[in-house]
């Protein structure tokens, strides 16, 4: 009698365990433009364990990592120019072979349109809103360019930092991400990153351990240092009266890496503080936010290394 009971069981399981799907999740479930997201890949490894997982989201490779049994997680970022929808794909690879694929869809805040009413109105000198001459252009363009390289290369080594990500200054916040930008009346851009307060000579720390990727003069950023945090992660330091690093050093996190200044298209002493994931801009703040635990790997725990991009996608 037990035995007649126990028998559709038996042959129930192996076909509810074979039929489990991979999941993926995002959070925050409604992300505002340039957030930077935390995906987590619920994946059955009992029965054909997972020799790799690759993914993409917003033309941007994810870096995903074993953080348990049967658990990944990677970051990724939302564009700040506006996309309707956006989608992170994986393709996890068994140990079988066997080739499974899974998306999921982010439904995206929508950040509020820049009025000159609700922006701050900055009164700036005539120089601030002329239109700039196609020499001085085409310097912004290949600064920028370098810039993204910079956030594209950052894509090549895994993560180089292990602490939580902290703010390069301790003084007041004077300018958020995201705010819409009047400059005499005028909407003129967004502004996409974080401004502190600092006299000139002011110290700037390293949000983070890292390498420094870049040192140079830029047109609108002044003197600006970029350290690769590897994974994908680069932070920005602008209109610095002095940098105190040179490109190749590994910096700890905290360390001092310049002083606050004004130098490029400033109206005052102040640190903007930028940050990417790959060529994306994100909010620096949510570096800040990101708990290093939450994207760890697991001891004893494989994760596969870091392979090339899944390409093609946004
Ligand atoms: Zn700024």
């Not at 690759?54 to 939302?78: C, K, N, Q, S, Y």
């Not at 066997?98 to 869809?105: G, Y």
Request: glycine share 10%; proline share 8%.
């Amino acid at each position: 009698m037990k035995a007649l009971l126990l028998a559709p069981l038996l042959i129930a399981l192996p076909v509810t365990v074979g039929a489990q799907a991979p999941k993926l999740q995002v959070e925050p479930s409604q992300p505002a433009p340039g957030a930077l997201v935390r995906l987590t890949l619920t994946i059955d490894s009992v029965a054909d364990s997972v020799a790799s997982v690759r993914g993409t989201m917003a033309g941007e490779p994810l870096h995903f990592v074993a953080a348990g049994r049967g658990v990944w997680r990677a970051l990724g970022a939302v564009p700040v120019d506006g996309e309707d929808s956006l989608w992170a794909r994986v393709v996890i690879r068994r140990a079988s072979g066997a080739l499974e694929a899974t998306r999921t869809a982010l439904a995206l805040e929508a950040l509020p349109a820049p009025s000159v009413t609700t922006s701050p109105r900055l009164a700036v000198p005539e120089r601030f809103t002329r239109p700039l001459d196609a020499a001085t252009q085409a310097r912004i363009a290949r600064e920028n360019a370098r810039a993204r390289a910079v956030g594209s290369r950052a894509h090549e080594s895994p993560p180089r930092w292990t602490s939580a990500f902290q703010k390069p200054r301790t003084s007041r916040v004077t300018s958020q991400f995201g705010t819409g930008r009047a400059f005499n009346g005028a909407v003129a851009s967004r502004h996409l990153g974080v401004d502190f307060a600092g006299a000139v000579g002011a110290p700037i720390k390293a949000a983070n351990r890292g390498v420094v990727a870049l040192v140079d003069t830029f047109f609108l950023a002044g003197r600006v240092v970029y350290i690769d945090h590897g994974g994908g992660l680069v932070t920005g330091y602008f209109h610095m009266s002095e940098p105190l690093v040179s490109k190749g050093d590994t910096v700890s996190r905290g360390q001092t890496i310049g002083r606050v200044g004004a130098t490029g298209r400033v109206t005052g002493p102040h640190l903007h503080w930028t940050a990417r994931y790959g060529t994306l801009t994100v909010d620096p703040l949510d570096l800040v936010a990101l708990d290093p635990d939450w994207y760890r790997k697991s001891d004893g725990i494989s994760s596969p290394a870091m392979g090339p991009p899944l390409r093609g996608s946004k």
